[in-house]
């Protein structure tokens, strides 16, 4: 057994309004400079739809993410060495800016400057790309407020995918209309597909804490990871021929300190904190031959913090007592192994993600009120979550690989916390038949429900720092943790990283030969630079 530590998440997608707070601060702080125009490390969807980029999840078409080979290894679903290799200069499974979306921008100029007249001016949409007059058609959530509108059967892979899988489709009906929100950052899986995919071995996972992040020095744009990452959370930056991706705002986290995202949520749905895992069973549990049965093989890699052996094998790998602690204390851990109320995002892709989600429950309620009985009565709510307006085998086909039983049992759970506390609220005696039948007991849903519904700041965010010498030291740059410099990581020149000794700034190439730049012939001649 070797223990790792994982700093994971977990949303509540019950508290999602959709603000896209989250992806506005993490846009301003990563990406709001030139050559990333289009990328949101942090984006929020809307359910049913196409996703971010578009139809993101159809893996025929993208082939992100592992598959088993007919001897039931691990492969990357984009081909070997080989494959990559012959494709190496042309992908040809890499999104184009119209399976993101052309970024615009608008002409303000011509409020502020247009000349006194009848017709009020205009600002106009323009590429900020190219600054050319842009035609608005496609945006990262264009999906907004149209789930389940008539026209879009085909459009959601997941929807298509539910109808072959159950012989089912959803009813494209506006009585039956749903829609929730899924925000989405990198995973940062145990068994990530695109640190596999990179020829160069920039893409890296580390040690200390399993945040995937890219070594801008030594990325040299071949661009498989954005390929070979199912979830297409790893962008080009075509300003700098570097790939780039959500770094889980690792300066905050070593100084103890949640993410952006996390940190500036107006619902509170997001929870932080460390999970320990046997890291020498990993391959072994992605390998499973039935994709049903991902999610509790994934389960089974998490180890107890609380098991004397568990701890004593952690602090022989390194891992010191702080995150032991911190892995006790986890809020993430409660909600994924204890309560078992969240799922992670399309385990079939056998990368083991370590971003969680605790499905969406609410339309229940108002859908057993507006029959005309108790919305909340325990009884009710059970037998109503079969007949969802948010169907079950949809968010099966997200969140379990089409395996509706656990879907079911973490509803049922909420559902049972929901009819408990109710009770209690109301100076009630509860039944005990409730949490029971929902496989709990009182004990367990009071602590469910602090969790989720009155969980403090130091409760919802459990994270160790660095070391306890240099947390007040790394403050400083968790405060300004971005990437928003002229010369950032791996641009080098001024403002970035000291270029090595021999290296060449390509951005600033002025068309000479530098010595290095080129490996010398046989015969002693360099090679032309034209």
């Known amino acids: ?37 289009y990328a949101w490390f942090n984006n929020v969807e809307t359910r049913p739809g196409q996703g971010y980029p578009r139809r993101y999840e159809d893996q025929e078409r993208w082939r992100g993410g592992w598959e088993l080979d007919r001897r039931g290894r691990l492969r990357p679903r984009g081909g070997g060495r080989l494959r990559r ?119 890296y996972k580390r040690v200390e804490d399993g945040i995937v992040l890219v070594d801008q020095d030594g990325c040299r744009g071949w661009r498989m990871c954005v390929s070979g990452c199912p979830y297409k959370k790893v962008y080009f930056n075509h300003r700098t ?63 107890d913090p609380g098991d004397p052996g568990v701890a004593a094998a952690a602090e022989r790998s390194g891992i010191g007592r702080e995150w032991i602690e911190a892995a006790r204390r986890s809020p993430v851990r409660d909600l994924i192994v204890r309560h078992r109320v969240a799922l992670p995002l399309h385990p079939e892709y056998r990368t083991m993600p370590m971003v969680w989600y605790v499905p969406p429950l609410s339309p229940v309620v108002e859908a057993v009120a507006e029959s005309g009985h108790d919305g909340e009565d325990a009884g009710n709510l059970f037998g109503a979550i079969d007949a969802l307006r948010i169907p079950v085998d949809y968010l099966a086909e997200l969140f379990t690989a089409g395996d509706p039983a656990p879907v079911e049992a973490a509803l049922r759970r909420l559902a049972a916390m929901r009819s408990h506390m109710r009770s209690v609220n109301l100076g009630e005696d509860p039944d005990p038949e409730v949490p029971a039948a929902a496989g709990m007991d009182a004990a367990q849903v009071r602590d469910l429900y602090r969790l989720l519904a009155l969980a403090k700041y130091e409760e919802r965010y459990v994270i160790p720092t660095a070391g306890v010498g240099t947390a ?15 010369g950032g990581p791996g641009m080098g020149g001024p403002g970035g990283a000291p270029l090595k000794p021999g290296a060449t700034d390509l951005l600033t190439w002025s068309g000479d030969r530098p010595e290095g730049l080129f490996p010398p012939r046989r ?6 630079a034209r």
């Open 1 to 37: 057994m070797r223990v790792m530590a994982q700093i994971a998440m977990v949303m509540n997608l019950d508290k999602c309004i959709g603000c896209h707070t989250c992806s506005v601060t993490c846009k301003q702080t990563w990406t709001n400079r030139s050559g990333v125009e």
């Open 85 to 203: 290799l012959a494709g190496i200069f042309a992908n040809p499974d890499l999104p184009g800016i119209d399976d993101y979306y052309e970024p615009w921008t608008y002409d303000y100029r011509t409020l502020t400057e247009a000349p006194l007249g009848e017709e009020p001016p205009v600002a106009r949409p323009v590429s900020a790309l190219t600054g050319a007059p842009a035609d608005v058609s496609w945006g990262p959530n264009w999906d907004d407020d149209l789930g389940g509108a008539p026209g879009n059967e085909d459009l959601d892979p997941m929807a298509v995918r539910m109808r072959e899988r159950v012989g089912r489709g959803i009813a494209y009906e506006f009585e039956r209309s749903f829609m929730f929100y899924l925000p989405r950052i990198c995973e940062h899986c145990l068994n990530p597909s695109c640190v596999a995919s990179c020829p160069s071995g920039a893409m």
């Open 241 to 303: 021929g570097k790939a780039e991706k959500c770094t889980f705002c690792y300066p905050r986290i070593e100084a103890g300190e949640p993410t952006i995202c996390s940190e500036t949520c107006v619902g509170r749905l997001r929870y932080l904190g460390v999970l320990l895992y046997d890291a020498d069973r990993v391959a072994e549990a992605a390998s499973v031959p039935e994709e049903k049965d991902l999610y509790p093989a994934q389960l089974d890699l998490f180890l």
């Open 472 to 486: 007040h030291d790394l403050e400083s740059i968790a405060t300004s943790c971005s990437l928003d410099t002229d």
């Open 523 to 528: 015969g002693g001649e360099g090679r032309s």
